[in-house]
């Protein structure tokens, strides 16, 4: 059963910090289109067009690879 989520509402900015598990070469696109479908299903926000700033950056290799999202509401005169 879903938690009661509220998504967030307007246009957002996400900053996205992969840490991969190993140091293979990997492409940062690849990680972007999976990321936003994930979290609109999980209901953060309601569509990813509401994604109006994305960045990506892939950091360090950590034991097991993570990935640290941050979305926060922008305001008209920030985009």
């Known amino acids: ?3 009661n989520v509220n998504p967030m509402a307007g246009m957002l900015a996400m900053k ?3 840490y991969p598990p ?6 940062i ?10 979290l609109e299903k999980a209901r953060a926000f309601y569509n ?12 360090e290799p950590v034991q ?3 990935t640290i999202v941050t979305i926060k509401t922008l305001k008209v ?3």
């Open 29 to 38: 696109d690849n990680i972007q289109k999976p990321l936003l479908d994930a």
């Open 16 to 18: 996205v910090r992969a």
């Open 22 to 27: 190993d140091r293979r070469k990997r492409d």
């Open 1 to 3: 059963m879903a938690a």
């Open 48 to 59: 990813d067009c509401q994604i109006k700033h994305l960045t990506t950056v892939m950091k």
């Open 64 to 66: 097991g690879g993570k």
């Open 77 to 79: 005169k920030e985009i």
